[in-house]
C-alpha cells in the first residue's frame, strides 16, 4: 500500500486539494494507494472557496508518507517551520514530493526547489522566481517530473501530474482508466504549454476527431499533412491552429502519442521489441530506444521488466 498524504495549509485551494483525493483517495484505488490529509495539527482549516477543509491528522504523519502532496495556497506566505521542516525531513528519506498549483511557494520555501527545475499557475511564475532566484522556474509547461521532486501548473494541470505518477507507479492502462472514470484527457504531455490562447475542443470535434483517428492509425506512416487533409485544412493553416488550440506541434503530438503507446504496448504485452516499434509508429527497434531513453530514461527490456514487477490489477 503506498501512502499519499495531502498537507493541508492554511487557505488551501479546496480544488487542488480534491484533485489528489479523487486520485488517490477513490475507493477503486485504494488496492494501491491510500490517503490522508493533514495540517500543523488535526482539524478545520480555512480555504480560498469559502468553506473549511478538514485536517484528517497532525504534521506527524507526513513521517510515514510515501508521496506527500502539497495543494496550493494563498497568500504564499512561507509556511509553519515545522511543516518546513517535515517537508525537508520527508524528502530526505526519499520520501515523494508534489505541489499542485502554487504549492510550489511551500516546497521553494523548503529549499527542495533549488537547482530544479519547477514550475507554478502561469500568474505565479514571475513571483516564484523572484523569491527563490535558485529555483529553474519554466512557465511553459504542465508539470515538471524532477524525480523525487515533482511540481505542477494552475489548479487543473494537478491532473495530469497525479495522472503521470500513477501511469508511473502502476502503467499507462490504470492512468487511463482512472482518467476516463473523470472524464478526462488520458494523457497530456507535460511540456504542453499551459497556457493557450483558445480553449481545446470537445472530443470528437474539430481537431479532437483528427487526435482521435491519428490515435488509431499510429503504426501508419502518417505525416502532418495526413492529419491536416484529415482535418480539411491546409497544412499550414492546421499546423498553427493545432499549436494555437493544443500548445503542441503537430509533430511533437504525433511523436509524444507513438511514445505512449509504446510503453503502453511494453507494459502490457510480450511483443518483441521490433513489432512494438512497428505497431507504435516508430519504425525500428533502434529508434524505440532512442525514443525511451529520451522519455522515460531507460531501454525497453528494462521499461517491461520493471512495469512487470509493479502490483497490478487482478
Not at 105 to 112: E, I, N, P, S, Y
Not at 137 to 149: E, F, K, P, S
Not at 227 to 234: L, S, T, V
Not at 293 to 303: F, V
Request: glycine share 8%; hydrophobic share 45%.
Amino acid at each position: 500500500m503506498h501512502r499519499v498524504v495531502a498537507l493541508v495549509l492554511p487557505n488551501v485551494v479546496a480544488f487542488d486539494l480534491a484533485i489528489p483525493a479523487q486520485i488517490f483517495g477513490h475507493a477503486a484505488e485504494q488496492e494501491y494507494y491510500s490517503f490522508t490529509t493533514c495540517g500543523v495539527a488535526p482539524g478545520p482549516v480555512p480555504s480560498t472557496t469559502g468553506y473549511a477543509v478538514y485536517a484528517e491528522r497532525g504534521i506527524d504523519a507526513i513521517a510515514s508518507a510515501d508521496t506527500v502532496v502539497v495543494p496550493g495556497y494563498a497568500p504564499h506566505d512561507v509556511p509553519d517551520p515545522v511543516v518546513l521542516d517535515a517537508l525537508r525531513t520527508a524528502a530526505g528519506r526519499g520520501a515523494r514530493v508534489v505541489s499542485v498549483c502554487t504549492g510550489a511557494f511551500a516546497l521553494a520555501a523548503a529549499g527542495l526547489l533549488d537547482g530544479r527545475k519547477a514550475t507554478t499557475h502561469w500568474q505565479h511564475t514571475d513571483e516564484l522566481a523572484a523569491l527563490y532566484p535558485l529555483v529553474d522556474v519554466d512557465g511553459d509547461v504542465l508539470y515538471v517530473d524532477a524525480g523525487q521532486i515533482m511540481t505542477s501548473a494552475g489548479v487543473a494541470a494537478g491532473i495530469d501530474l497525479c495522472l503521470h505518477i500513477v501511469r508511473t507507479d502502476l502503467g499507462a492502462d490504470d492512468a487511463v482508466r482512472i482518467a476516463r472514470r473523470m472524464v478526462v484527457a488520458p494523457h497530456r504531455d507535460g511540456g504542453q504549454a499551459q497556457y493557450l490562447q483558445r480553449p481545446v475542443p470537445a472530443d470528437g470535434t474539430g481537431l479532437a476527431a483528427t487526435c482521435d483517428w491519428a490515435r488509431e492509425h499510429l503504426e501508419e506512416s502518417l505525416t502532418v499533412a495526413d492529419m491536416a487533409k484529415h482535418a480539411g485544412w491546409a497544412p499550414r493553416t492546421f499546423a498553427r491552429r493545432f499549436l494555437s488550440e493544443t500548445g503542441m506541434t503537430p509533430l511533437r503530438w504525433l511523436v509524444a502519442q507513438r511514445r505512449l503507446e509504446a510503453r503502453r504496448l511494453l507494459e502490457s504485452t510480450d511483443m518483441p521489441v521490433d513489432e512494438v516499434a512497428r505497431r507504435s509508429g516508430l519504425g525500428t527497434a533502434g529508434n524505440l530506444r532512442l525514443h525511451l531513453a529520451r522519455d522515460a530514461d531507460s531501454t525497453p527490456t528494462a521499461y517491461r521488466r520493471t512495469y512487470r514487477n509493479r502490483l497490478r490489477r487482478p
